[in-house]
């Protein structure tokens, strides 16, 4: 079975500072990992994605992550917020053997202040 | 209409009401999804349908009837609900077999059981 743990459910930052959103994850088999992104009233929308390859994974509106296989994390982070990048944030999993099942992190609500 | 549509947006229902949440996708996907997002709590993948049979159930009570006439069309038929399943429901669809494993959602479905 696969979990997904989300370690801080609320960060507040100032706008133009740097953010980083924690999460990490338990799996006894290889996984896929995604960060998700939920505006107000709105759907998820796929933020990134690690399939394999290069553990630093760029993604819209300016975020990356990077995948941590020995600390089995995977970080958010953006260099420079802005107001518009208020929502909040899921951290999802997949096994390799069925990647249509995601299981995804309670959230992260970021909040930018002026 | 583009992407994954869903109606009504807004639902309020009694617990002797019976009730449909209807999903729309118009991107050409063959998988299908049902979710449960409640506050605090990660999403719930509820049901999973592939090429119209459904693969995955993941111990929904049975007052949630999920119905998939075609890949394009998604229902979550209600019935005798309780209050605890006041929710977001959320829609999903993906295309399986290109392998980028992405889920793309609908804005979702607020049900309030009174």
């Known amino acids: 079975a696969q979990s997904v743990t989300q370690l801080d459910s609320q960060v507040p930052v100032f706008e133009e500072a740097p953010v980083e959103l924690r999460c990490n994850y338990s799996s006894s088999v290889s996984v896929y990992l995604f960060w998700y992104v939920q505006y107000p009233n709105q759907g998820l929308q796929l933020l990134l994605k690690y399939l394999s390859g290069s553990t630093l994974v760029k993604g819209i509106n300016g975020f990356e992550a990077e995948f941590n296989k020995s600390q089995t994390s995977f970080h958010l982070r953006k260099p420079s917020v802005h107001i518009s990048d208020t929502a909040e944030y899921f951290c999802a999993v997949s096994p390799y053997s069925s990647a249509s099942k995601i299981i995804f992190g309670s959230g992260t609500r970021l909040s930018i202040r002026p | 209409e583009t992407g994954v549509t869903q109606t009504p947006r807004h639902l309020v229902m009694g617990m002797t009401n019976k009730k449909s949440l209807k999903c729309e996708q118009h991107l050409g996907h063959n998988a299908m999804y049902w979710y449960k997002q409640s506050a605090k709590k990660p999403l719930e993948l509820m049901f999973v349908?592939?090429?119209?049979?459904?693969?995955e159930n993941n111990s929904v009570p049975s007052r949630f009837s999920p119905e998939c006439p075609n890949s394009s069309h998604l229902f979550l038929h209600l019935h005798t609900l309780q209050p605890e399943d006041s929710a977001l429901y959320l829609c999903?669809?993906?295309?399986?077999?290109?392998?980028?494993?992405?889920?793309?959602f609908g804005p979702g479905t607020r049900l309030t059981v009174t």
């Open positions: 349908y592939n090429f119209k049979e459904q693969t």
């Open positions: 999903a669809s993906s295309q399986d077999r290109d392998q980028t494993y992405e889920q793309y």
